[in-house]
């Protein structure tokens, strides 16, 4: 049995394997070090409620009432710097080390910036809770935004800064928005509710560079075009906080390798949520998934995995984005060929649902504005999915 | 108490709102009847639109659980409860007795 685990990163992964290492009957010495300053918070509405002012930073907080039998050892502000996988030995940029019996990598991700664009005043990503407040203070002044990037994050940042009043231009490199997640015909759907709702969506074309000395001027596009900006938002992904372990001994490209229960190649190392590049059951290959409902589910699993278990993790990926208005959600895990149907309401309506299906299988489902009947279409590819896993084992 | 419908028009896995001065969500949890204040104490969102999973319900636009027994929230971000409601099957229709705990404003 385990007498001490450090858990390395302070978000959503990492709280939620602490509770359930404690939910487990864990009650060993827990220390938690976190990058940020802030305690746990919540980065859905970032982009959503909190950019827009409706929701305030102590609405974020993840830690409530509940928590307080958690006795946490909680280091915040000081990011780790290096590990060694075989001592289980956690350096920290002060230099300070940590060493335990079990360790939880739960870093995270970050957002990818535009090259050279850094120090550029007007130009932000959106990550972080700092991250939002900056752009937050800066949307209230108003002006034209241009944002990089037609994916979930750029597209919900254009939603808020529309309702905000200020003039948005969205440009994406794909000739198609949301390619990635939701497969061109869908992308495409969801790319028309920008002009719904007055918002200029380029496409086919990327970024040459930015404008400006000090301050962001205009947004140059490949084709030639210059887009006047007062500011930039780049939405344009996310990469994994990996580097530090780069002398670990343990396999990062792409994320921190780990079986189906979470667990590195290093005995007591485990790692979860969007850092994590886990063997996925369903896609029968190594994933990293970057979704906050993964982030919340997955740490049960690791921490069993901590605690002696070797349980797969078989929950089914889920994530929401809200845009204009509407909720769009995608529940199951899509690729390039599935067979797309609208199965409830229409398109034209802005409301409906949509299955994706694969060899005849139902492999994913779409709610846009149809949240009622999204959930029984979830249900009903939670039982098909069972059924080929049954068929299968 | 108040009449909601017939057992038959509330499949194991679906859920049906009723308007009993505040909206209240009555679930058939694979069987088993439960009804709970329909308002998400997180945002504004019907929980009869969730996700149904065995006893917890996952509310449509941020993903909160609530554990449909209790009423506690199971997952964040909501932190309070939502009230929980009687709710039985009698001849084949199901009838809510609403509480009488006065709704808790969201913190």
Redesign the interface.
Known sequence: MIGSVTVVGASLAGLSTVRALRSHGYDGRIVVIGAEHHAPYDRPPLSKAFLAGTASESELALLGPDDDGLDVDWRLGVPAAGFDAAERAVTLADGSVVSSDGVVLATGSRARELPGARGLGGVYVLRTLDDAIALKDDLAAGGRLVIVGGGFIGAEVASTARSLGLVVTVVEAMPTPLVGPLGAEMGAVCGALHADHGVHLLTGVGVAGLVGSDRVQAVDLLDGTRLPADIVVVGIGALPNVEWLAHSGLDIAGGVATDASCATTAPGVVAVGDCARAYDVHARRPVRIEHWTHALQQPATAAATLLGASEPYTQLPYFWSEQYGLQVQLAGSRAEGDVVTVVHGSVEERSFVATYERDGRLVAVLGVGATGPFSRWRRSLRAAVAADVALAG | MIRVCLLKDLPP??AVRLDAGVPIAVFNADGDLYAIDDTCTH?D??L??????GCTVEC????STFDLRSGKPS???A?TAVRTHGAEVRDGVVWVLPSDVPVQAAP
Do not use: I, M, R, V
């Not at chain 2, 449509?60 to 993903?63: D, E, F, M």
């Open positions: 896995g679906t945002q969102a019907s009869a639109d969730g996700y149904l999973e449509p636009l941020h993903a997952g964040p971000p932190k």
